[in-house]
């Protein structure tokens, strides 16, 4: 029996698909990377935005198109939220709602396999990541948010906070490097509160993960500027914990912070910013910014710009405001036109790059260890052409010329310029060194 695991948006979903994967082979199930070829498909949707309800409900209309006699399974925030979907769409045949999300694989084969599956028919932890090509993985630590943004519908989705177990991160990394995955990704839907429920944090975790791992890469997913609590930027003394964090700022303007009731106001933002920077060398900020929330007049919106590209992010999440039912801000006064947003939207797209540049042009002629993914094309003289990652999360991209395969390593390059039109650092086949060779950050 074959599954095919397919998702929409946050990091979390792709996560939990990783961990769907391993379950799934445990019970005896083989991962299809094709939908057509698939026994059961498993789709598992995102609501953030009313864009995000519509895309999910393509994709699943999608699946049971190409595939009309698998099992349709549905799950995510999508299905939580609406839970009438079934009788809206045709050919679902199971949905698990997030609170019951863990136990997926195991309510699929119980409620539309039964018994008929044998055990360990192929092995377990074969995962789906090299299916999709993956040298990384997203490691799910926690689900559920204390905080009500006025905006986020997510939150009331995936309910009470709930954290994983220390021990049990742990052994799931460890599992993942025997699996030849070079980088971890720590994800959640609010990372920050992770051990709330179980008399632990997330600086506690992180140091466990350090100490009882040897994951060449540690990374954290997005988190929430206020949860970042005293020595916390000590971590990266550890040249294994990635020296970049993804900090949603939202907005630029402390008056619009206040109608979305974040807990940051830009002077703490940019006190954690400079806090960074002088802790950690080479630290990388990228972040989130809503455009065109409710209320939100030129005068804020300026403020806004200003603020942004005072805070030298390498890269920005752009995401226009859309009502989303269900939230407060889909009631508040002052809706922005979607001619204003558009104009907006574009300004911000205009200033990311011009922002991006300014900030890869410090790297130029610098050395860092990168992780390649496969090489991604081949130039007309036969070089492979690879795209990877520094430390600080900064694509480059890398033309190997003598036939030196770079999947799934960390190299040594010199960093040689910056390529606009694919917005990445080139690196030089010069000074190549080999993973084993202790390296800074960067030189």
Avoid at 257 to 266: G, Y
Avoid at 389 to 405: A, E, H, Q, R
Wanted: charged share 25%.
């Amino acid at each position: 029996m074959r599954v095919a695991l397919k998702a929409l948006g946050c990091r979390l979903n792709e996560a939990e698909l990783e961990s769907w994967s391993n379950d799934f082979q445990r019970l005896g199930y083989s991962i299809s990377g094709d939908v057509s070829m698939a026994d059961i498909v498993v789709v598992n949707t995102c609501a953030v935005t009313q864009e995000a309800v519509k895309k999910s409900r393509q994709l699943i209309r999608k699946s049971q198109r190409i595939n009309p006699r698998a099992k349709l399974v549905v799950s995510g925030c999508y299905a939580s939220l609406e839970p009438e979907i079934a009788n809206k769409i045709d050919g679902i045949d199971l949905l698990v709602p997030n609170r019951h999300k863990d136990r997926l694989a195991q309510i699929v084969n119980d409620e539309l396999i039964g018994q008929a599956m044998p055990q360990l028919a192929t092995v377990a932890g074969a995962t789906a990541l090299f299916i999709r090509g993956r040298n990384r993985a997203f490691v799910k630590i926690q689900d559920g948010c204390r905080y009500r943004c006025t905006f986020c519908i997510v939150t009331v989705a995936r309910g009470d906070e709930r954290s994983k177990a220390i021990a049990d991160v742990v052994n799931e990394i460890n599992t993942l490097h025997q699996q030849d995955i070079r980088e971890v990704i720590l994800t959640g839907v609010h990372i920050g509160g992770y051990g709330s429920d179980i008399d632990t944090d997330l600086l506690t975790l992180i140091k466990a993960v350090l100490a009882e791992t040897d994951i060449p890469r540690i990374r954290l997913g997005s988190v929430e500027p206020w949860d970042l609590g005293e020595n916390f930027f000590e971590l990266f003394a550890n040249p294994r914990f990635m020296p970049h964090l993804h900090l949603p700022l939202q907005s630029g303007s402390d008056t619009v912070l206040r109608r979305m009731a974040r807990r940051c106001k830009t002077a703490d933002f940019r006190k954690l910013l400079v806090e960074a920077r002088s802790c950690v060398r080479d630290f990388n900020v990228t972040t989130d910014i809503i455009v065109g929330f409710p209320g939100e007049n030129n005068d804020e919106w300026q403020e806004n710009l200003l603020f942004i590209d005072s805070c030298d992010f390498s890269h920005i999440h752009i995401f226009p405001f859309s009502p989303r039912q269900g939230t407060r801000a889909a009631a508040l006064p002052g809706q922005i036109p979607t001619a204003v947003k558009k104009i907006r939207t574009q300004q911000l797209q205009q200033l990311a790059p011009r922002m991006r540049i300014r900030v890869l042009q410090h790297y130029n002629g610098r050395g860092f260890p990168v992780l390649f993914a496969n090489h991604t094309g081949t130039t007309t003289n036969g070089e492979q052409v690879y795209l990877g990652y520094t430390p600080n999360y900064l694509k480059v991209k890398f033309v190997s010329n003598d036939n030196l395969s770079l999947k799934n390593r960390i190299h040594h390059v010199r960093l040689t310029g910056y390529d606009e039109q694919e917005a990445v650092l080139l690196a030089s086949s010069a000074e190549l060194q080999d993973e084993a060779v202790t390296l800074p950050a960067g030189d």
